[in-house]
């Protein structure tokens, strides 16, 4: 089975700070995807980014911005310039064809002033 | 908002009771996902539904079915309540599952 897996609990940065969260996951599979999701207190799952294995460019989407290493296993979220409305459980999750999307338990990120 | 809707927001009962919880997708998507969100067990798949048919399950209980039906909407029926079936059950879509899925705002279950 395929594993997900955030280090972090909790993680705390101030705005305009960059702060980085990680995941790592496990598969023997060789084409998958990544998703980083947020859910802010408002409990709504927001798609923030999307990381296809095959492809060595790591995706970018504005202020957030992924570093992925295959061989590593490992697929870390970066946020620049963090913003007061970036404080929500940030999910990293792992998709490979005929399964589900496998969620990791989160890291809750709180940005303070 | 998102595109996918699900009703109710909010539902309070008592243990023992069963309960429907309906999901409409977005538009143009074939594929229905249960995921039930609790304190303690972070996001949990439960069953992927595609075009009204079962894809995929996972760690769905007895007590629990689903189904989707031929205008695409789903439907899940938790019967037999226990406190900890108390949780955030999300519905999500997906036009393909490796574009990622769209959420629903979620039901929030309370059994008491």
């Known amino acids: 089975a395929q594993t997900v897996t955030q280090s972090q609990p909790e993680m705390s940065v101030q705005e305009a700070e960059t702060v980085t969260l990680s995941c790592t996951y496990d598969?023997?599979?060789?084409?998958?995807?990544l998703f980083w999701y947020k859910q802010p207190p408002s409990r709504q799952m927001i798609l923030v980014i999307r990381q296809e294995a095959y492809k060595q460019q790591n995706a970018t989407e504005n202020r957030f911005s992924v570093n992925f290493q295959k061989a590593a296993k490992s697929f870390s979220l970066k946020i620049s310039d963090s913003q007061l409305g970036d404080t929500a459980m940030y999910f990293c999750a792992f998709i490979h064809s005929g399964y589900a999307l496998n969620f990791g338990k989160g890291t809750s990120l709180l940005v303070t002033p | 908002d998102s595109g996918v809707t699900q009703t109710p927001k909010h539902l309070i009962t008592a243990t023992g009771q069963r309960v429907t919880l309906r999901c409409s997708p977005r538009?143009?998507?074939?594929?229905v996902y249960w995921y039930q969100q609790s304190l303690d067990q972070g996001l949990q798949f439960l069953i992927q539904y595609y075009n009204g048919e079962e894809r995929a399950k996972g760690n769905i209980l007895e007590r629990f079915s689903a189904q989707q039906f031929p205008d695409l909407h789903s439907e899940l029926n938790l019967s037999s309540l226990e406190l900890g079936d108390s949780a955030l059950y999300f519905c999500?879509?997906?036009?393909?599952?490796?574009?990622?899925?769209?959420f629903g705002s979620g039901t929030r279950l309370t059994v008491v």
């Open positions: 598969t023997s599979e060789n084409n998958y995807y």
């Open positions: 538009s143009g998507d074939l594929s």
């Open positions: 999500a879509s997906s036009v393909g599952q490796n574009y990622g899925y769209t």
